[in-house]
């Protein structure tokens, strides 16, 4: 069973940084690109990163306009995980935090479709 679970959100002031990570069971880890998405309080869904298994890159990312420069994706194999570092924070940042994925041939960092497994989410509050 596909397993992904958000850790790492919290309460942090404008300028500040968090950590989040994904960890993931249940798939080849290695060969999956994983998303990350937001979801602030009435408003739609958008990716903010992500980062390609082997099949379609081993490592290549990208970001949402809204953040790069300030946020970096990464992932450890050895771990099952994929991280999230946040930095500059903005109130605007706010949001559930959610990770994705889905197996190579439905899912893909370069195309726009969603994946189909999510985690629960962690919440991220930026105060101004």
């Known amino acids: 069973q596909v397993q992904l679970v958000e850790s790492g959100g919290g309460l942090v002031q404008s300028g500040g940084s968090l950590r989040l990570s994904c960890a993931a069971s249940?798939?080849?880890?290695?060969?999956?690109?994983i998303g990350w998405f937001r979801q602030a309080p009435g408003k739609e869904r958008e990716g903010v990163s992500c980062?390609?298994?082997?099949?379609?890159?081993?490592?290549?990312?990208n970001y949402a306009q809204s953040v790069k420069g300030r946020f970096t994706i990464t992932r450890d194999n050895s771990r099952n995980t994929v991280y999230l570092q946040m930095d500059s924070l903005k109130p605007e940042d706010t949001a559930v935090y959610y990770c994705?994925?889905?197996?190579?041939?439905?899912?893909?960092?370069?195309?726009?479709?969603?994946?189909?497994?999510w985690g629960q989410g962690t919440q991220v509050t930026v105060s101004s």
């Open positions: 994705a994925t889905d197996k190579p041939s439905l899912y893909q960092c370069l195309q726009t479709i969603p994946p189909d497994y």
């Open positions: 249940g798939f080849s880890f290695e060969l999956y690109d």
């Open positions: 980062i390609t298994g082997i099949p379609h890159g081993n490592g290549s990312t």
